[in-house]
């Protein structure tokens, strides 16, 4: 199930490459789910966190 909730993040983000902030904002809900999963914690908290971390780089960034 976390792989399949993965997958899911990772392909909605792909849509979000047009812009930075919410590039950023993907890169980052897919990073913190992969790290969620892979550590045993929470996919939903770990995308939540990595996004919000995600766009605040990527409006930095741009």
Known sequence: MKKVALLALVAASLPMAACST???AGIGAAAGAGTAAVTGGKVEKG???GGAAGAVVGTVVD
């Open 22 to 24: 919410l590039k950023g």
């Open 47 to 49: 995308a939540a966190v």
